[in-house]
T-cell receptor
Framework: AQSVTQPDIHITVSEGASLELRCNYS??????LFWYVQSPGQGLQLLLKYFSGDTLVQGIKGFEAEFKRSQSSFNLRKPSVHWSDAAEYFC??????????FGDGTTLTVKP | DGGITQSPKYLFRKEGQNVTLSCEQN?????MYWYRQDPGQGLRLIYYSQIVNDFQKGDIAEGYSVSREKKESFPLTVTSAQKNPTAFYLC?????????????FGEGSRLTVL
C-alpha cells in the first residue's frame, strides 16, 4: 500500500533563510506527487506537482521540489522564506485511481 | 469563479444528533471526496464518489454517510454512531481525465460536538 512520511512535525526558520521540507513516499508504480499548503482554519492549496519528466519542478509562491526516485523522496524547497509562508505543508502521493494519500504534515513557523 | 463551497464553516451540535455538511462544486469534476483532519494526523479519507449515484468507503467511513444525487453536490452526514465527531472536515474534487489524484479543496467545516 502507498504511504507518505514527513519526518519533521515542526520546523522553525528565520525570515530570509532557506527552507527544505522533507517527504518520503512508498508506492509501487511511478508516483504522482504533490505538495499542498494549508493556512490555519483553511482548505489546502496546491503548491506544485510532479507527474513525469524534469525532476525539478517549480510551483507557486517561489517554491520548488525535486523528485529523487533512488531515495523515494520529493523534498520541498524555498531559497528565502517570508513571514507569510508560515503554514502547514502536506506532501501527497496520487495512486492513479483518482485518490491521494497524505503525509501527516509539517508545521512551519517563521521567526522575524 | 470556479471552486468548491463548503457550509457551514462552523457547526456546534449536541451528542447524539446527526449533522449534515454541505459541499458544492462548479468545476465540472467527476470525482468528489470527504476528508477528516485531526491535529497531527494529516488527512484521512472518509468517502469518495467518482460518478453520480455511486460512492465508496474510504479509510474511516464508520459513523458517516454520503449521497451523490447530482454531479455538483456531495453532502456528508455525521451520524450519532460516529464516536468522536469533533474535527475539521474537508471536501475536495478532482478530474478523472488524467487520474493523477490532484485535488481541489474547499475551505473546510469545523464540527464541534458538545
Amino acid at each position: 500500500a502507498q504511504s507518505v512520511t514527513q519526518p519533521d512535525i515542526h520546523i522553525t526558520v528565520s525570515e530570509g533563510a532557506s527552507l527544505e521540507l522533507r517527504c518520503n513516499y512508498s508506492y509501487g508504480a511511478t508516483p504522482y506527487l504533490f505538495w499542498y499548503v494549508q493556512s490555519p482554519g483553511q482548505g489546502l492549496q496546491l503548491l506544485l506537482k510532479y507527474f513525469s519528466g524534469d525532476t525539478l519542478v517549480q510551483g507557486i509562491k517561489g517554491f520548488e521540489a525535486e523528485f529523487k526516485r533512488s531515495q523515494s523522496s520529493f523534498n520541498l524547497r524555498k531559497p528565502s522564506v517570508h513571514w507569510s509562508d508560515a503554514a502547514e505543508y502536506f506532501c501527497a502521493v496520487g495512486t492513479g485511481a483518482g485518490k491521494s494519500t497524505f503525509g501527516d504534515g509539517t508545521t512551519l513557523t517563521v521567526k522575524p | 469563479d470556479g471552486g468548491i463551497t463548503q457550509s457551514p464553516k462552523y457547526l456546534f451540535r449536541k451528542e447524539g444528533q446527526n449533522v449534515t455538511l454541505s459541499c458544492e462544486q462548479n468545476l465540472n469534476h467527476d470525482a468528489m471526496y470527504w476528508y477528516r483532519q485531526d491535529p497531527g494526523q494529516g488527512l484521512r479519507l472518509i468517502y469518495y464518489s467518482q460518478i453520480v449515484n455511486d460512492f465508496q468507503k474510504g479509510d474511516i467511513a464508520e459513523g458517516y454517510s454520503v449521497s451523490r444525487e447530482k454531479k455538483e453536490s456531495f453532502p456528508l452526514t455525521v451520524t450519532s454512531a460516529q464516536k468522536n465527531p469533533t474535527a475539521f472536515y474537508l471536501c475536495a474534487s478532482g478530474t478523472l481525465e488524467d487520474y493523477t489524484g490532484e485535488l481541489f479543496f474547499g475551505e473546510g467545516s469545523r464540527l464541534t460536538v458538545l
